[in-house]
């Protein structure tokens, strides 16, 4: 008999929140689905802009800095005793 009282006010517990839920909603239920789509796409593109936004930055400093790094090399004194060494090479070989 418990069980069967149980089993009675579970059933008319979901029946009555069913029926207050579907009393009490904001919106139908295609609108809700139509919103919660169309926030998590804003969401989505957002991320997106962000991610490139970052990609693009991050692009911008490495190709900075590759270019200083190849101005430093080129100006370098390493560089400038490299060539020294050369043309003592190229006088060598021409005497």
Same mark, same amino acid.
């Given at each position: 008999? &418990?069980? +069967? &009282?149980?089993?009675? *006010?579970?059933?008319? *517990? #979901? $029946?009555? *929140?069913?029926? /207050?839920?579907?009393?009490? @909603?904001?919106?139908? +239920? $295609?609108?809700?689905?139509? @919103?919660? =789509?169309?926030?998590?796409?804003? @969401?989505?593109? +957002?991320?997106? *802009?962000?991610?490139?936004?970052? =990609?693009? =930055? /991050?692009?911008?400093?490495?190709?900075?800095?590759?270019?200083?790094? %190849?101005?430093?090399? =080129?100006?370098?004194?390493?560089?400038? %005793? $490299? !060539?020294? #060494? %050369?043309?003592?090479? !190229?006088?060598?070989? $021409?005497?």
């Amino acid at each position: 008999m &418990k069980s +069967g &009282k149980m089993l009675l *006010g579970l059933i008319s *517990g #979901a $029946a009555a *929140g069913a029926a /207050l839920g579907l009393l009490f @909603a904001p919106k139908k +239920g $295609a609108d809700t689905r139509k @919103a919660i =789509s169309d926030s998590s796409n804003e @969401a989505i593109e +957002g991320t997106k *802009g962000k991610f490139n936004e970052f =990609s693009d =930055s /991050l692009s911008h400093k490495v190709d900075a800095l590759k270019n200083k790094t %190849k101005a430093s090399l =080129s100006n370098s004194k390493a560089d400038q %005793k $490299a !060539h020294e #060494a %050369k043309a003592e090479i !190229h006088n060598m070989k $021409a005497s």
